[in-house]
């Protein structure tokens, strides 16, 4: 599979100086052409972050301090997004890649129909198309989506949550991107809502080759959604891998634990156990491996050292995890015995 959008040690910071934090910490990470990865990791280990970061959409006091983007289009030469002027980065967004936010649900604009809506995303970033053409196009996307012609004159209050939020996922794919970044855009929805949603994200990606990025909180939802997971901590990727391996055997104690916070969607009910503590404060971070004063297996070497993200020495060249208990024989170290920013 080839690469779509290549995150090579991207640094998010909020805030400069001696005040600033490192939200998002030297992550690396691919995602491949045609492929659902997802992103999970508790509130505050900087997933939303990375997201925003990737496609430059950082609210202030975000601002990106090292790394690059690099996105392969599918016919041209690829070219860092990071690197892209205003112009060029307005093109980029629309034309490429989509964002469906958390809550977006509720984004709608109250006084226009949905019709209304997706028709002025076609008229304001694809202007060659005729009226005739931007119909179809709104009517084909609400009908992927699941969304029937007669509720085209709807306006955003007269339809329910999951159909609110199917017009959000049509809006997204209505100007045929190529990357879809989904930052938790089910959570306001019940599971079985969260569920019928996701399951159709994946046909609809099958039928129009996007790639997407879904991030969330609820790593049970990934392991049946996705093709690839990658977890966050304290602002760096922790493990990545196939959902099924990471599933069967998570390597990072962490993903144990999240693993172990969720009940499974399908499959046998498994006791909860949770994490103990809380995730770590992004000014005043453990020296080492970040998640040592959680973790049931820390050992001396952790609380001094950091282990870096690569791939542990006996499993698959798929995966990749940052932990002691599974050094690899290529990974590096780096030795972070004061508190970074
Ligand atoms: P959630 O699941 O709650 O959305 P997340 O994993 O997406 O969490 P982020 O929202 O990316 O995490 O936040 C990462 C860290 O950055 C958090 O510790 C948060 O406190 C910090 N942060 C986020 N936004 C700001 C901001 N505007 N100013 C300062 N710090 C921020
Ligand atoms: Fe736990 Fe050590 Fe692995 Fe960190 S490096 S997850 S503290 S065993």
Redesign the pocket.
């Known amino acids: 599979m080839n690469e779509v959008l290549e995150i090579r040690n991207l640094t998010v910071h909020?805030?400069l100086g001696t005040r600033g934090?490192r939200?998002?910490r030297d992550v690396s990470l691919t995602l491949h052409r045609g492929e659902v990865l997802g992103l999970a990791?508790?509130?505050?280990?900087?997933?939303?972050?990375?997201a925003?970061g990737v496609t430059r959409l950082l609210?202030?006091?975000?601002v990106i301090t090292g790394g690059q983007v690099i996105y392969h289009p599918q016919n041209g030469e690829p070219f860092d997004v990071l690197k892209l002027t205003d112009r060029q980065l307005r093109a980029f967004r629309w034309a490429r890649t989509a964002i469906v936010f958390?809550g977006a649900m509720n984004s709608l604009n109250p006084v226009h129909t949905v019709a209304a809506q997706l028709t002025d995303a076609l008229t304001a970033h694809e202007p060659v198309l005729t009226r005739s053409q931007k119909a179809a196009r709104v009517r084909e996307v609400l009908d992927l989506v699941g969304i029937s012609a007669e509720r085209l004159g709807s306006y955003p209050h007269q339809l329910s949550g999951g159909m609110r939020q199917r017009v959000m996922i049509a809006m997204a794919l209505v100007l045929r991107p190529e990357v879809v970044i989904m930052?938790?855009p089910t959570t306001a929805l019940d599971v079985v809502m969260q569920r019928q949603i996701l399951s159709q994200l994946v046909v609809l990606r099958e039928q129009m080759g996007f790639s997407v990025v879904f991030?969330t909180?609820d790593l049970s939802l990934l392991v049946e959604f996705s093709d690839r997971i990658a977890i966050?901590y304290g602002?760096r990727i922790v493990e990545q891998g196939p959902a099924r391996d990471l599933y069967t055997d998570p390597l990072h104690p962490y993903s144990a634990g999240l693993l172990g916070s969720f009940p499974p969607l399908r499959g046998p009910r498994r006791e909860l156990t949770g994490i103990p503590g809380s995730?770590p404060d992004?000014s005043a971070m453990p020296t080492g491996c970040s998640f040592h004063p959680r973790c049931p297996q820390a050992f001396d070497k952790c609380r001094s050292r950091l282990p870096v993200l690569g791939p542990p020495a006996l499993a698959t060249e798929e995966r990749e995890v940052a932990c002691w208990l599974h050094p690899g024989e290529q990974q590096g170290e780096r030795q972070v015995l004061s508190m970074p920013r």
Do not use: C
């Open positions: 909020y805030g934090v939200a998002v990791g508790e509130s505050g280990s900087g997933k939303s972050t990375l925003y609210p202030p006091p975000g958390q930052d938790e991030i909180h966050m602002g995730p992004l």
